[in-house]
T-cell receptor
Framework: DAMVIQNPRYQVTQFGKPVTLSCSQT?????MYWYQQKSSQAPKLLFH???????NEADTPDNFQSRRPNTSFCFLDIRSPGLGDTAMYLC?????????????FGQGTRLTVV | SQQGEEDPQALSIQEGENATMNCSYK?????LQWYRQNSGRGLVHLIL?????REKHSGRLRVTLDTSKKSSSLLITASRAADTASYFC????????????FGRGTSLIVHP
């Protein structure tokens, strides 16, 4: 059974039209990550939550925001998507208690901005 | 930011052969992880090796870590067509850091 679920799997949105990607987990992990992965590139961290503490990477664009209303759910909001935001968006969770353990990834949302 | 760099970028082998991928990183780390990604999918965790470990095995996978050279290798023995995927290493930045930062990956193709 899938433990980290991302919805939708595929999303096409128009330039400038807000879009929300969702991630849910059944693992009760305290850490959640959002990564952006463009074609043939490394996954790039956008944000992460350590419990309720939100951490924004310095080079994450301002039109990217995130919400974590509870342990199980996390959202990525793109307020005004540009063509350059076309990418795979990956959500991951981890149970972190002083040492890294494995991160569990969802299947990703492939976002296309037209 | 800390980032591993995988080498080679692409690797093409025949089924049954061994595949070796390398990862180099820049600063001290707490641990190093290897992940696999099938085309258009999420990443799947393979192995985590801590900075005080030198070698770990999991099935047909063998990972080594040389902290003096700041490098790691992933060996897949007796490869199968189903091993075709991209393989990424992920490192933290040492100290109190725990954030996995990924390299660009090695694209492995195993021909049947």
């Amino acid at each position: 059974d899938a433990m980290v679920i991302q919805n939708p799997r595929y999303q096409v949105t128009q330039f400038g039209k807000p879009v929300t990607l969702s991630c849910s987990q059944t693992l009760n992990h305290n850490v959640m990550y959002w990564y952006q992965q463009k074609s043939s590139q490394a996954p790039k961290l956008l944000f992460h939550y350590y419990d309720k503490d939100f951490n924004n990477e310095a080079d994450t664009p301002d039109n990217f925001q995130s919400r974590r209303p509870n342990t199980s759910f996390c959202f990525l909001d793109i307020r005004s998507p540009g063509l350059g935001d076309t990418a795979m968006y990956l959500c991951a969770t981890e149970k972190f208690k002083g040492m890294n353990t494995e991160a569990f990834f969802g299947q990703g949302t492939r976002l296309t901005v037209v | 930011s800390q980032q591993g760099e995988e080498d080679p970028q692409a690797l093409s082998i025949q089924e049954g052969e061994n595949a070796t991928m390398n990862c180099s990183y820049k600063t001290s780390i707490n641990n190093l992880q290897w992940y696999r990604q099938n085309s258009g999918r999420g990443l799947v965790h393979l192995i985590l090796i801590r900075s005080n470990e030198r070698e770990k095995h999991s099935g047909r996978l063998r990972v080594t870590l040389d902290t003096s050279k700041k490098s790691s290798s992933l060996l897949i023995t007796a490869s199968r067509a189903a091993d075709t995927a991209s393989y990424f290493c992920a490192t933290d930045a040492g100290g109190g850091s725990y954030i996995p930062t990924f390299g660009r990956g090695t694209s492995l193709i195993v021909h049947p």
